[in-house]
């Protein structure tokens, strides 16, 4: 009987640590796609220049594209910019701005 104890105990113990495995294995959930979507949409970066954020949106990235353009510039990632670049883009976007369109904070 004793021995019969002791090999349900080992059954259990082992079940419970292969438990948090079988958790790992599962799939990320559906709304981690949605998630991150909405964490790109809604993305917010900071201004040096001015010491306040931006939402970084469609809108901002499309004027951001238009800096690149006017400098003459590839298309780089904003935050693969160096810091002195990225000074630059938001002098020219305060001197650029549409205050009335564009949400800063």
Known sequence: ???KNQ???SIFLSAALMAPLGALAMGPPQDDHERHEQEERERRVYDPVHK????WDVKEGEVYRHWLETKHQAYVEYEKLDHKRQEEYWK???EHEEHEEHDHR
């Open 52 to 55: 306040d954020y931006h939402n």
């Open 7 to 9: 090999c349900l105990a």
């Open 1 to 3: 009987m004793r021995r």
């Open 92 to 94: 020219w976007r305060y």
